[in-house]
């Protein structure tokens, strides 16, 4: 298949729980998720894509979880639609107001993610974004159906008809995949929150998955009731990363960034998340 992934070795599974990262920066997000991942005991391959942007010894921390490295290239979109979706012109475009976002993001390196389609080697694939760690097992989203993701619920209870692409499942398949390809880089089109807003769009019939499966850090303290460490099966830090040195919400933030950092460097994991102290409640 021309362009797809290549990898360091052969896949071991049926089932591949996949991440992305394309710096630095992701790949210390993937080890604590990747940790996370394997105490879960899922005998699911464990894939990381990455691009030239990451050096072959930046991803050695990976391999101790048993890590399939896939290499690979940004998406071969216009250079008309790359421009649209440069990181100064995307947030001029499109601002984001609700929170914010590392200077080590870069929009474009999001669509990506679309090349899950590429890998055909698997029956189905859950992806999860590097920002994410994992709580419970999550095996049984591979009997899901594509396409599942869960609501992008940070806010208000008005964005539960959102998606949010941090965790999603995919059937892979090349024609997908070059369908994708064609829909995505039309004349114009310009994907506010990028592969978020396409997937929303490609899949309108997307099945929603419980809350708990992406459960997003703004919620601690805007939607605290919706808040259940006993749910919660991934915990994902959407805007502002727990590796930041410091950013503005991480007061408010500091149980799930010491969280973060005992998956991080794994040292004094909680053997079950469970019993953590859940946010105050909102006082009716
Ligand atoms: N990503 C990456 N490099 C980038 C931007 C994104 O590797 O410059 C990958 C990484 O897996 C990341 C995901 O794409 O977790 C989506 O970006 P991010 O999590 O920062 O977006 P948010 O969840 O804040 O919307
Ligand atoms: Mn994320």
């Not at 984001?96 to 976002?101: N, R, T, W």
Request: charged share 25%; hydrophobic share 40%; glycine share 4%.
């Amino acid at each position: 298949m021309k362009d797809a992934p290549g990898f360091d070795k052969a896949a071991a599974s049926a089932n591949a729980f996949v991440t992305l990262v394309t710096n630095r920066d992701y790949v210390l997000g993937a080890t604590a998720l990747l940790r996370s991942l394997h105490l879960t005991g899922t005998e699911a391959d464990l894939v990381v894509l990455y691009t030239p942007g990451v050096e072959a010894e930046e991803l050695e921390p990976l391999r101790a979880f048993g890590a399939r490295l896939g290499r690979c290239g940004r998406l071969p979109t216009s250079s008309a639609f790359n421009e649209r979706h440069e990181r100064g012109r995307l947030h001029k475009a499109a601002p984001f107001i609700k929170g914010g976002k590392p200077v080590f993001h870069t929009p474009l390196d999001n669509f990506v993610k679309l090349r899950l389609w590429q890998l055909t080697e698997y029956d189905k694939v859950v992806f999860i974004d590097a920002d994410a760690i994992v709580l419970k097992n999550c095996d049984k989203l591979f009997d899901y159906p594509e396409f599942c993701a869960a609501p992008n619920v940070y806010e208000t209870l008005g964005d539960f008809h959102r998606l949010n692409s941090g965790v999603f499942t995919a059937k892979p398949s090349e024609a997908t995949f070059q369908n994708m390809l064609s829909r995505l880089d039309q004349p114009e089109a310009f994907w506010r929150r990028t592969d978020q807003t396409f997937l929303e769009h490609y899949f309108p019939d997307w099945h929603g998955l419980p809350v708990f499966y992406n459960m997003l850090q703004y919620v601690w303290f805007n939607l605290p009731d919706l808040w259940s460490w006993h749910e919660i099966h991934i915990l994902h830090y959407q805007y502002e990363k727990p590796w930041q040195t410091e950013h503005p919400k991480a007061k408010t933030l500091r149980p799930l960034i010491d969280l973060w950092q005992v998956f991080a460097n794994g040292k004094e994991i909680p053997e079950d998340v469970s019993d953590l102290p859940n946010p105050s409640k909102s006082v009716i």
